[in-house]
């Protein structure tokens, strides 16, 4: 990887803001993620409902995920709610008499659905990245996330 610029009229790439280009790349991955995931229907925080329930033990209530999940991307507890109603709607999520929100047949093929739509889109957004390049930028990232006093970012990542 490269430190310096191509262009002679560019400083370093060490010397640019990495406040913008973290920014620019979250807009850009998450537009692109937000933008396929909108062909099949579905909302990132619907995927983020669904996910969780897919791995959860126990399988939770719908106040449960608002209070994990609402806080993801500062979305709030509100666009869960939405989440799970809507997920509720298409018959995707089923609760049972606790409240306990269920995956219905057409929610199981819904997700692996999903499951495999991410995966291509991971591999189109690694392409041409080593996966210890990668490792290497979370690390640093991290490190300057808690260099600022971030730390408890990192612990709900």
Known sequence: MTTESTRPDTPPLTAQPIGYWSWL???????????????????QPQWWTLK???TADPV????ELCERL???LDMGPEAIGHAVDA????????????????PTEAGREGTARIKALLKRLRSQIHDGIPEDDYATTLTVLRRMIRNVGGEDALHSA
Not at 27 to 42: F, G, N, P, T
Not at 60 to 63: E, I, K, L, V
Not at 87 to 102: F, I, K, T
């Open 60 to 63: 939770p209530t719908r106040d």
């Open 70 to 72: 609402g806080g993801f």
């Open 25 to 43: 790349a979250h807009k850009a991955v998450v537009s692109h993620l937000r933008a396929a995931m909108a062909r099949m229907d579905i909302t």
């Open 52 to 54: 969780h329930i897919d």
């Open 87 to 102: 997920l509720v709607a298409r018959g995707w999520l089923a609760p049972d008499a606790a409240g306990r929100l269920w």
